[in-house]
């Protein structure tokens, strides 16, 4: 029986699904992949309201128009070739069948490479001919229910839709913010016990799975893919290092060389957006509230102030803290006119802007995801994404880091779902340092990286085995 | 007389008027601004076979739709918050008047950035209420004869009609190609024997104008705004710095850390690409022709190489050499799947494109200014902007650059304008130092600045006047 | 009883004294500070048959002359300057007397900076008036027995004449490296059973420190400073960023740019070692057994390839490995004429230098510290420190770093020594990390660096207090 | 007859000769090369009133020591493997004697690197045996006459000696600085008419050539080498942004990182400084009169502020600016405790060095080249080789930049000497822009570069020869 050799059974007809979500602008943050800049179809009917099927007769999904699969298609080819890390693990898992059996639901952001992520979990799929969201579950592969521009109310009755299609049962749970696992267990505690495992990639989420743990209400392990060494270095330092400039230059199309820049709070995020805008020639300071932190900035080169020292005179502010307040009113009313303020960090919180949106302050939308705050004297501050997180709104991620994290995910849930009874308890885990590295030695191949072997006689001397872990579990990689 | 004393009679309806021409795409690259995202109208009526008028009455123009003009207008402020400079030095024109009398003819590149240049010609316009091209002629300010898409006799017909209109002739030319000035020279050589002075900003322009007076038949003082010291620091070196970035990351996600790039010239576009693109972690290869622009690249941590030691295994291939075929086809056969090939040279020939059309080829267009290019055994070849520059087909140019060219391009008309009698012979210069110091002193406000004044004592000393210019005329202005 | 107030009770003359000891280089390496430059004296009397009185009579210590003390306090004096965190805590603990009663023997390395953490447990001694190792007892602050070039058994001499002076007994152990503390606890258990406290900073002490533990044999609470976030980054990344460059400079005078160089080993020590060549217009490969700091390396722009790739082309070859024989006799001898090669790793066996010592193989010394290894066809092979650590031969260690270890080890004594029964088991523990960012405060001055606090409704939504600890004991502490 | 065809004369025993001075410190700066370390002999005995005679019986020389030759074969050993460049010239040179016949007197410093310069001129000398500036008479291959610590009458004596030679007149001047070729300009006019050429080095010596140039008095021609591209590059930029590091290094043990720094001057010299510093983890402030330069320092991400602004934070002053007085007594007395200033320009007059020799002020040497300068509050100034130039007084001169510098000369040597009649007037020229080209490819050997040829096709393009000249003589070489 097919059915149960295989991981891939959800997307098949006969009901059995996942779902994946582009969550709303309107309730958070998205990407906005290459692909949005085309969607500009004037149809106003909700998805919820539209019958439509798929080519192969399917109506188990709920997107906005299943007629972009062509275009999906495109984005999804040319997404693979930087995910070829992802592609050879799809590849050795079609063969080696490691999750024949499994029925994930999902939900998370939907790109071309999130998409080249679904297409990992069905055998049948090797060369992708339709589109992205789309495109999905055109091929049958996986059932989608999102659309951009969804509500409140219409991203709830996605999720609920996905857990509760007849004959159909999920037994792992693959999360971003905890939404869907908050759901399952508030409302389907039954399907919630059954779960075999939960893997969820952000802060939030992994936030949430700590406190119901404590709470001791954590029935199913659950893996912490966010903290994961690998992954960790790619969403944060490295990706944030490229997008700042991305979405700075995207949506105002400043020049970088000479600007004083302060990024606020120096962990991976605010290193990686100050060594990028210090290497094309800005002049950057940082605010910083944790001592060694601070040392660190003060080390690379950058002037730690606290922010009221510089913000008179800056041409750009960068929260990088996920602290809240980072920005306030106070301090945006002494910026310069042609200022810009912008948020990298991890809420719309950390600038203030609900001060800002008083009657005396004029707001002018320049251009999709730039407004000019005007100030009574006629001062602009331009303020990028409505303080929302820059790098999902104004710049893609690259797919590469999507290959990463997709690859930490597809390494997770197999994991977890062939784990030995007994290795994993109703807890949170971290990545096994093992399967971290793995993610990493899969995506050197696209650097031609040659990684040096061990001599047995080395591998003695440093007490290690030949084929890894290769650090203790503390190890902190530094970047550089 | 106010038509004596203001030097911005060009625009009023009595048919003075200048062309400013954004070059067809058709026909050679054109800027990209963010602009022309949104220029997405259906209208496929040809501008020349429309009426329009502008508010004020006036049909003195050609334009494909007035009515964008509140667009333009947003686009032209967000643009005067980077030209600072520019804005002060209009400011001092709108009081002192250099240019009353002037008539001038332009054929250039329109964007928002430019459009501020255009206002800078009218006392009157200082806070402008309208829009870009579009906005110059609803404000009546200048008279624009242009059009995204114009074929190349649609280019010729608007040049003509700039020249020939009834009741007003050009004293001034400001080109940019060179086009505009061949066509007076050739065509109307009564007008242009009465030019006052030209003012060229382009490498080929002013190619044709040294083979102008090599050939003893320049009549006209000409001025070669091109290598004046800030604005090829600016046009080449700091723009290309960013606009390398800016062009690949808009057209493909490509991530830069870890890539293996080589870069073709180390000019000062060539240096500009390899520092950012190594800045962001990429492992950048150089080749060069010339033993002393190689050492430097050595010196500056870059492996010099043929490009065919490397052909086989780099990610991307970027061309910055002002030469011809560069990369051929032999080469681009070589190249490995999902590799890239782009220009940021000065014309479209330094990829042999020619070569890449041939049957076995397939061509697939994936995203504006994106082609692959597949093999017969499925290899892709990713080729931007089709050869053409990729600053200027998929970047944009940063408003201070611009604010650069055009704070020198007006210092270069009004030097031409009113230098007396036989400063200027009927031959090529280069803006005089100090003005070009000028320009740089000028948007040093920009960066809170502050120079240091020279003592009597130390002026003295060093054989110098305090006001400058501080340097021989072959001082070489290296960057770092 | 001042006797019971302070804590400097070991250097006055009735006995109680502290070992510190300058490691001889037959031994293991040594720091060889500016001082040792002057050390040219041409006495081979053994100091141990010397009969020296400091100024204040004692005789209980044992140095080479005395009368350098002069010198060495010039050296502290500059010293000083760049410690001014430790000074700010000497300060405070002059006043506060944490130390009171504390009877420490320590067994470690005397430069300039080091002899300013001894004048730290000495209230009297505000303002140094006398020099270095030699300056310390002179000022009859510390006793100290050490010399350099003393033998294997000089070495052994001088621990034990520390332990073992009548009338006092230790009752803290300072140690670099475990000899001390292996000593103490094999000759003298009934001392070391009575020892509150050991605090290691050597790698190498802290892995017999675990061993000690893991067996059960240790019976008093140990600190392991060498693992303290502060320490670490600048013992490592910080240091050796600045001392690879010194090093090869000193001995060499090569030019950096343009060399080509492979950095063994991406951990900080590669990590700082190659961000600095290559900073300095070097070509960088680096060589890496782990996949997740072989991607850490391609990501920041270093092509990551196996020593024999590249091993016949390179200029340098610098191990920072920790491992064994990651250079060996086959690899130096493909090395080209003129290459150099270097250890900044752990232990002088990263480059098997025992190879090189064969008939066929001609050694030369060209300066101290450079030997020209000469193969029989003439190829010369630049080999530095015989194999030895590079930064401590051929360099010195920064100030500020010593700075930074010094504050480290008082913190940790005073933590240790004051803390509450039971706070401490027979165990081996990190610095807790609100110490170890009190460490980073301290030193925040140096760079006129201000931090921001929390304010009390941002702390609360951290869920952080507001004076730290600031991260979670697994934070990674990223450098860039 | 071999003396008259070989240009190698001077160093027979008949007594032709050439001076080459090592410049005391008394009088001005000297390179203070390794070889100066171990110069700690205390014989007081001037050498002009010793008698030694070389190994081969010549007297025809005056030096401190001869016996130090063998020091110095080791000391060029090591030179000649980062001088590969010169000896292969030297290789040519040896074959084809483009100097047979040229007599050349030679003032300018001697180090193990120059020293190999002086092997240049001899073909029988390809595999030195002896050492540095005694091994060159050792070798009977060069006559010097120069001692470290000659007085300025010593200095002119040895000049004059060199000039005055029974039976050799010189043909050919090589001067660095102008003071050999202004003694025999004023003294020995017969002899300077009859000179085929001066090839000079200096600033200063260029200047003093372009006076007597412009008061129609240089009856010689003269090649200014100074401005030569490439050597220029390596003098200034290469040089200074190694040799800055180096010498606060060597000099102070400062740590970089997070140093507040402000470079005076962002010339060639300046831009290196700062770049290096800055990617150590300095923060660099820029100080500047000439706004191009300025506007530079912004866009590479340097603040650009008056020196008053910063002067009393900053941690460093150094000046690159070739004026006077740049930091004076009134800022000396703002800079805070332990702060250091240095000069790395072109004068000892940069700092004003003198106002600081006041009674109210204590000056304390602390090392070699190191004085603290103690105010009455006890504050303390660094300040390093009491104002000279740090580069040359406090590290060493790159190898291979010395190689550049003598290849320069040697070919501007045989230029001068081998150019048809009527090429070079009475005036003062730069080195044709194809030998500066040929100078760099002979370097690019050393870092494995390969250049790329133009095709007969592209160089037609181009309008260019294939072998170069490949630039117009205005090109900048912007560095990067």
Chains 1, 2, 3, 4 share one sequence.
Not at 54 to 64: A, I, L, P, R, T
Not at 264 to 275: L, R, T
Request: with cysteine; net charge neutral.
């Amino acid at each position: 029986d097919i059915e149960k050799q295989e991981f891939s059974r959800f997307p098949t007809k006969t009901g059995r699904r996942s779902l994946s979500r582009s969550i709303s602008q309107s309730s958070t943050d998205s990407y906005s992949s290459a692909a949005s800049y085309t969607d500009s179809s004037d149809d106003e009917t909700s998805p919820r309201d539209k019958s439509q099927l798929n080519s192969k007769g399917s109506s188990d999904f709920c997107v906005k128009n299943i007629k972009q699969a062509e275009f999906g298609r495109r984005e999804i080819e040319i997404a693979e070739q930087d995910m070829s890390a992802l592609v050879s693990l799809r590849k050795r898992a079609h063969s080696e069948k490691p999750l024949a059996g499994a029925k994930i639901v999902g939900c998370t952001h939907i790109t071309a490479q999130t998409a080249v992520r679904f297409t990992f979990f069905n055998n049948k799929l090797q060369s992708p001919d339709s589109s992205c969201s789309v495109f999905l579950m055109e091929m049958g592969c996986v059932s989608v229910f999102a659309w951009k521009g969804e509500s409140e109310d219409d991203f709830w009755w996605c999720i609920d839709r996905c857990v509760t299609t007849e004959g159909w049962q999920p037994n792992m749970i693959l999360d971003d913010g905890g939404d869907l696992t908050h759901w399952v267990y508030k409302k389907y505690s039954s399907v919630f016990k059954k779960i075999r495992g939960i893997v969820e990639e952000s802060v939030t989420g992994v936030h949430r799975l700590y406190q119901l743990s404590k709470a001791g209400k954590l029935c199913v392990p659950a893996m912490n893919v966010n903290d994961s060494v690998t992954k960790q270095k790619f969403d944060n330092l490295y990706c944030c290092r490229e997008s700042i400039l991305d979405g700075l230059k995207r949506t105002t199309d400043v020049m970088f060389g000479g600007k004083q820049v302060v990024v606020c709070g120096y962990g991976e995020v605010g290193k990686g957006c100050s060594a990028a805008l210090k290497a094309l020639g800005a002049i950057v300071y940082v605010t910083e509230i944790d001592p060694i932190c601070g040392l660190q900035a003060c080390m690379d080169g950058f002037k730690v102030v606290k922010l009221n020292e510089v913000i008179r005179h800056v041409d750009v502010v960068i929260t990088c803290t996920g602290n809240k307040n980072v920005v306030n009113r106070d301090q945006l009313d002494r910026m310069k006119n042609g200022s810009m303020v912008c948020n990298m960090g991890h809420s719309n919180t950390e600038i203030d802007v609900a001060s800002l949106r008083t009657p005396e302050l004029t707001w002018e939308r320049v251009r999709p995801q730039v407004d000019h705050v005007i100030w009574p004297d006629g001062k602009r501050v331009i303020l990028l994404a409505e303080g929302r997180l820059l790098n999902l709104s104004c710049s893609t991620v690259p797919t590469f880091v999507l290959s990463i994290t997709a690859t930490t995910q597809a390494l997770a849930l197999i994991e977890l779902y062939n784990a030995p009874e007994g290795r994993y308890k109703q807890d949170v885990y971290l990545l096994p340092k093992k399967m971290d590295e793995y993610v990493a030695s899969l995506h050197l191949a696209t650097f031609d990286a040659h990684l040096t072997e061990l001599t047995d006689e080395q591998a003695k001397y440093l007490g290690l085995n030949k084929n890894g872990p290769f650090k203790p579990n503390y190890y902190r990689y530094t970047s550089r």
